[in-house]
């Protein structure tokens, strides 16, 4: 792959530039952050309930975390091209920029409470089949938040010349974590495992990969933009980390355990471990682990600075086969954290009530709204076309109106999804 492809500046609108001193690329920062699917990230839950405490995050805070990490590798990458002459005479001041607005729309296509809506979108789907009330010809549909994503920015999303925000194709491609639709992510040759594109929206990331040269690696099935694994890679770094500081701000894990997770992914010295000491005798133990967190978060972008260098052969050709976090020396503390934070954190009590919470109130919609997909005439069917602001064309056909309705849930937040379902069911 080529960068002068890879930093492709083309909208699928086919419309210019407009002239100005922002770039297309910072246009593309600001259409996303501007969205009113961005703003509905504030309410929805990262990993802790909403209203524990002020201090977590929520998928919007989380996101810009993942942003600022993201600019920071796009720099440590660009230093990279300069100093092998990979791109001579090449502008390449836009990589932070693209990096930045990928990070910033990642979790964009989250359904609310999390995985366990995307769980729960899944199961409803399934028990409507079995009993009935939704036809058959839906039983192959997977729900996955980041082909979710994909089609809010192209196709959803405060429309644009009728193409979603109408991004860049080299915005898009770094976006794309998982370049292949369902049918293509289990051939030998595609090797994700997941999939980041609908069938729908094939042609339009097929017109993304052409003009970005992202090469075909399977039938349907391409390989990543080089900027998608620096994406992928300051989500690892972030949520993780996060993790392990709002689990210690909610009184889950002690600051012992707490400021050894964060040394260990950080592989931070015994100097770093004294510094955070002190900060706790100035400050209290919260200053410690905020200092502790910093130190993690600026060495796994020193050490994944020395994995972009050693792997670039690899992304620029598209074999390398697993993420940046997988391929550095991080791999085995990273997964140690992870292993960690699934028995100790993610398996907390107040972690599992919003889940539950989330899936009955997810599968509880959409056995509801289902009706309307197979019955339209059903006189609770208007009633429901009423509630979910269906346009005539949204509302014509019985595959508009499940894409309708996945759009409609997938895109609400924590509060209203509750408040919905509550007025909706009469159960509080």
Partial sequence: MEWSALLSSARLSGSGSTAGKRSAFNRDFGRVLYSSAFRRLQDKTQVFPLGRNDYVRTRLTHSLEVENVGRALALELREIIEERGDAPGLDLSPLGDIVATACLAHDIGNPPFGHSGEEAIETAIAEAIRTGICSPDFSDFRFEGNAQGFRLLTRICDPINGRGLDLTAATLGAFTKYPCPPAARNTPSCRYGKFGINEDDLPTFRAVAEACGMPEIAPDCRARHPLAFLMEAADDISYLIADLEDAFISRIISYDRTLEQLCLLGRLEQKHRDRAEEEIRRHGPAA???????????????????????????????????????????????????????????????????????FNVIRGLLELFLLWVESPRHSLSKKIAVVLHASPEEAATRESRFAHVIDYVSGMTDSYALQTYTTLTGRA
């Fill in 288 to 358: 410690g682990i905020h200092y502790a967190r910093a130190l993690a978060i600026g060495q796994c972008i020193r050490t994944l600075r020395l994995t972009m260098e050693e792997q670039y052969d690899a992304m620029m050709s598209g074999s390398l086969a697993s993420g940046l976090m997988k391929a550095s020396p991080l791999r085995a503390d990273y997964e140690a954290v992870k292993h960690f934070s699934l028995n100790h954190i993610y398996c907390h009590e107040s972690v599992q009530r919003i889940e539950i919470t989330g």
